[in-house]
């Protein structure tokens, strides 16, 4: 039976943009994707794009080989810097897999050949790496790529990307733009904020984030509710978990609950978190309230 390929790439600025993108006729898109092995290759798309918010974001949804279905969205700074990252299989009943790459740096994902040129509204580069799904790490997905996508177009649109960690002194740095939510028990939320560079804070609180009261938590080393914790991610470590390439940092510190608000027809929780980080009994870090966001869709 022959193999059908369906790829549809829309490319905007992770921002709400209109429907009026300009198209300029004869162009050539090429795409090409390898996922397990499996080679995907189409150049017939549906696109949009936006070239003044600062960033660009791809989307390719995929019926390919076997029946394997997929969603793969990446989204770039763009001086080529990667800020998203995930692939979602789409089983036969629907059932939608999510797939990430650990952390967003040149060592979990590649990126090569990144051209980006404004004026003639051009966009290309090379990929490849591993995507987890984060409960089940035995799961993975290797991908590798090349993309060329010209004529980009410009559309009026109001930005909506907005970074859940921005933190960056001489001392530490940490930038997180993609944030999962767990819920350990039936009243309480951690929420993990993953980063460009190999680390990862998590922010345990032991009630419904959203009925919190505006106030502070304090937390140290023993705390078991309303605490941060913080790991870093090691490859170095012989393990097919990726749990267990973390490794975990003591920490105390205040959590402060500072406002929630709706934006853009969405809660968000805006606070600080002021802490120490240790290594055993070493200080290695000093956080001076570092801001974070946590968005949900209002009800």
């Given at each position: 039976?022959?193999?059908?390929?369906?790829?549809?790439?829309?490319?905007?600025?992770?921002?709400?943009?209109?429907?009026?993108?300009?198209?300029?006729?004869?162009?050539?898109?090429d795409?090409?994707?390898?996922?397990?092995?499996?080679?995907?290759?189409?150049t017939?798309?549906?696109?949009?794009?936006?070239?003044?918010?600062?960033?660009?974001?791809?989307?390719?949804?995929?019926?390919?080989?076997?029946?394997?279905?997929?969603?793969?969205?990446?989204?770039?700074?763009?001086n080529?810097?990667?800020?998203?990252?995930?692939?979602?299989?789409?089983?036969?009943?629907?059932?939608?897999?999510?797939?990430?790459?650990?952390?967003?740096?040149?060592?979990?994902?590649?990126?090569?050949?990144?051209?980006?040129d404004?004026?003639?509204?051009?966009?290309?580069?090379?990929?490849?790496?591993?995507?987890?799904?984060?409960?089940?790490?035995?799961l993975?997905?290797?991908?590798s790529?090349?993309?060329?996508?010209?004529?980009?177009?410009?559309?009026?649109?109001?930005?909506?990307?907005?970074?859940?960690?921005?933190?960056?002194?001489?001392?530490?740095?940490?930038?997180?733009?993609?944030?999962?939510?767990?819920?350990?028990?039936?009243?309480?939320?951690?929420?993990?904020?993953?980063?460009?560079s190999?680390?990862?804070?998590?922010?345990?609180?032991?009630?419904?984030?959203?009925?919190?009261?505006?106030?502070?938590?304090?937390?140290?080393?023993?705390?078991?509710?309303?605490?941060?914790?913080?790991?870093?991610?090691?490859?170095?470590?012989?393990?097919?978990?990726?749990?267990?390439?973390?490794?975990?940092?003591?920490?105390?510190?205040?959590?402060?609950?500072?406002?929630?608000?709706?934006?853009?027809?969405?809660?968000?929780?805006?606070?600080?978190?002021?802490?120490?980080?240790?290594?055993?009994?070493?200080?290695e870090?000093?956080i001076?309230?570092?801001?974070?966001?946590?968005?949900?869709?209002?009800?």
């Amino acid at each position: 039976m022959k193999k059908t390929l369906l790829i549809i790439l829309s490319i905007v600025s992770l921002v709400a943009c209109d429907n009026d993108s300009s198209e300029k006729e004869n162009a050539t898109t090429d795409l090409e994707i390898f996922v397990d092995g499996t080679f995907y290759k189409n150049t017939s798309f549906q696109s949009g794009a936006n070239e003044n918010c600062g960033f660009i974001n791809l989307n390719m949804y995929s019926l390919g080989a076997d029946d394997f279905i997929f969603d793969m969205q990446m989204t770039f700074l763009k001086n080529g810097e990667l800020l998203k990252l995930y692939l979602t299989q789409i089983t036969e009943d629907g059932t939608r897999v999510s797939f990430h790459p650990p952390y967003l740096n040149e060592s979990a994902i590649r990126i090569e050949n990144f051209v980006y040129d404004e004026a003639k509204e051009i966009v290309s580069f090379d990929f490849g790496g591993k995507l987890y799904n984060p409960l089940d790490n035995t799961l993975i997905k290797t991908i590798s790529g090349t993309l060329k996508y010209p004529n980009l177009g410009s559309d009026e649109c109001v930005p909506q990307f907005v970074p859940q960690i921005t933190y960056d002194t001489d001392e530490f740095k940490f930038i997180a733009n993609r944030v999962m939510q767990n819920m350990p028990t039936a009243s309480s939320y951690s929420f993990d904020f993953l980063s460009t560079s190999e680390s990862r804070i998590t922010i345990n609180l032991d009630e419904n984030v959203w009925d919190l009261p505006l106030k502070a938590y304090s937390f140290d080393q023993s705390s078991t509710a309303n605490y941060v914790q913080f790991a870093t991610y090691s490859n170095s470590i012989a393990t097919t978990n990726q749990e267990e390439r973390w490794f975990s940092y003591d920490t105390e510190g205040e959590i402060v609950i500072e406002e929630k608000v709706i934006e853009g027809g969405r809660d968000k929780l805006r606070g600080t978190i002021t802490m120490k980080i240790f290594n055993n009994t070493s200080l290695e870090y000093t956080i001076e309230r570092m801001d974070f966001n946590i968005w949900k869709d209002s009800e």
